[in-house]
């Protein structure tokens, strides 16, 4: 049985293509591995699982945050099971998403695989967080994201990018779908509870993000005081202001300075929850690049839940 599992998404241009010549990089290390393709959307859920069945130690993930967000989920999932789980690494310089931003990986997966077979690899457990949301079909639906998750403004951004794989995942496209987007998008009413109290009522918001992680839309750090491993979440809420604030707000927020513009709210929390006033529109969610399902939603962090190699 394989030590070694490696979970790709071919489906990524920059993943893909470049596979072929990585695995036999990999091949002049070791064959003590097995890889599995992802063939669509929560494929990487069932793979993860199968690779658990053939004794894998180390899962790696050479994907986007979606694809790091199904794998999260299958391994914390099979551990509630009791039975043992198979630590986690990111494929560094072939990973795609923002949570790699913000892990401190080795510059390269071979760097970390030598150190990884010579029994010298770090190992980390980081917190993740819960989303308890609305499904398509109205159901309760329990999940976890690794980096980010937000509603709004925010879930159309995710749903018109995460659609397409053409387009590059740069601030330029981002920027770019803001532009295009914001004319037409119509402010929710929320009210929001922060750990069990309430800070917003009727709210009119373009956009909410619970942070695990600090960067989001694609290299932008949004959350500069957010960790891995601190046990706490930081959200950020857009308010409705004049279009010319946003416009300006384009400044700190390419900067890393988000929190300084006027109509925008950051702070920590434990646990965060968002109902929608419109019960005749129905708000979406969206988190670690993929959008789900719709709001009510509450959000919660998971201490020390999975174990990162690097």
């Known amino acids: ?10 489906l990524r241009p920059s993943i893909g293509l470049r596979w072929p010549y990585e695995e036999k990089m990999i091949e002049s290390m070791t064959r003590d591995f097995q890889v ?83 029994g010298e690899a770090i190992e980390e457990k980081i917190d993740v967080g819960e989303a308890r949301f609305t499904g398509d079909y109205g159901q309760q639906v329990r999940r976890l994201f690794v980096n980010c998750a937000g509603f709004g403004f925010s879930s159309v951004i995710v749903d018109k990018l995460s659609r397409d794989y053409r387009i590059s995942r740069t601030k330029f496209n981002f920027f770019r779908s803001i532009i295009s987007l914001a004319p037409l998008y119509r402010h929710p009413e929320v009210d929001i509870f922060v750990d069990g109290q309430k800070v917003y009522s009727n709210e009119d918001v373009l956009l909410g993000l619970i942070h695990n992680g600090n960067y989001g839309a694609y290299g932008l750090l949004l959350s500069p005081r957010s960790s891995f491993s601190d046990g706490i979440l930081e959200y950020t809420i857009i308010s409705k202001t004049f279009a010319y604030k946003y416009l300006l707000g384009i400044f700190p927020l390419f900067a890393g300075k988000l929190r300084t513009a006027s109509f925008v709210k950051q702070a920590s929390c434990k646990e965060i929850k968002i109902v929608s006033e419109q019960t005749q529109k129905k708000v979406r969610i969206d988190f670690d690049g993929d959008c789900w399902g719709f709001l009510p939603a509450e959000f919660r962090v998971l201490e020390k839940a999975i174990t990162v190699v690097r």
Do not use: W
């Open 1 to 10: 049985m394989a030590r070694i599992h490696f979970i790709v998404n071919p």
């Open 36 to 118: 599995h393709i992802t063939r669509g959307r929560l494929h990487s859920e069932i793979l993860t699982r199968t690779a658990m069945e053939a004794g894998a130690e180390l899962i790696v993930c050479a994907g986007g945050d979606s694809t790091l967000s199904e794998i999260v989920n299958g391994l914390y999932r099979a551990g509630q099971g009791g039975g043992p789980v198979p630590k986690l690494a990111l494929y560094a310089g072939l990973q795609q998403g923002d949570t790699v931003k913000g892990l401190r990986m080795r510059k390269t997966f071979l760097e970390f695989l030598t150190a990884y077979l010579a």
